[in-house]
């Protein structure tokens, strides 16, 4: 297998699980229809980002080495990713999704970035730093009893665009003030079936 073939590999790996992890954990925010659901195969710069999950948010997805070290090489290059994507479709918001290979499966193994939080947000309700790994280790300590939908970093540097570095959980939480209209079921929630993950997830 050449390089290429195996980046491209890697990167459909990483496509896959986050598309499993969005639709496990926020499938009441996913509003494309089932039959149009899915990753973007194509893989042209011109596409509206790496997952067609909400219809006015472009996800990339970004992976790079293992643990936390990968992870801070693919912050900005994911939010960076995900806003200009978001500028070709047209789309309202962006959102990248970087896993922390290798990290135990209870941890905070997938970050959210972006260059614009999807809502206000107090100035108390983030801290401020100019250290990628400051930002994710703010958002994956689950020692200091902060609620992980609480944890948010921005990344401020001087020259560079400003990234915004969160839990799933705080993005995703913001992210569904601004889609009031998204409600499915008669509960409010939406359900899938084991045997409609299955397809979704073919």
């Known amino acids: 297998m050449n390089v290429a073939n195996a980046s491209k590999n890697k990167g459909d790996r990483f496509e896959r699980a986050a598309f499993r992890h969005v639709l496990t954990h926020y499938a009441h925010l996913v509003d494309v229809d089932e039959e149009k659901r899915g990753r ?85 309700a983030y801290i401020v730093t100019g250290a990628p790994a400051n930002a994710v280790a703010h958002v994956r300590d689950d020692r200091r009893g902060i609620p992980r939908d609480l944890r948010v970093a921005k990344i401020v540097r001087a020259g560079l665009a400003d990234i915004w570095v969160s839990t799933c959980d705080a993005w995703m939480a913001a992210y569904s003030t601004t889609r009031p209209q998204v409600v499915v079921g008669d509960d409010g929630q939406r359900r899938f079936t084991l045997d409609e993950l299955a397809k979704l997830l073919a």
């Open 40 to 124: 973007n195969r194509a893989g042209k710069k011109q596409d509206p980002g790496d997952l067609h999950l909400f219809t006015d948010c472009a996800i990339q997805v970004k992976a790079r080495g293992q643990g936390v070290a990968g992870a801070v090489t693919a912050l900005r290059i994911a939010a960076e990713g995900g806003r200009d994507q978001a500028a070709i479709g047209g789309l309202a918001h962006h959102l990248g999704l970087v896993p922390v290979i290798g990290t135990p499966g209870t941890s905070v193994n997938w970050l959210a970035v972006a260059c614009d939080w999807p809502t206000e947000i107090a100035d108390s």
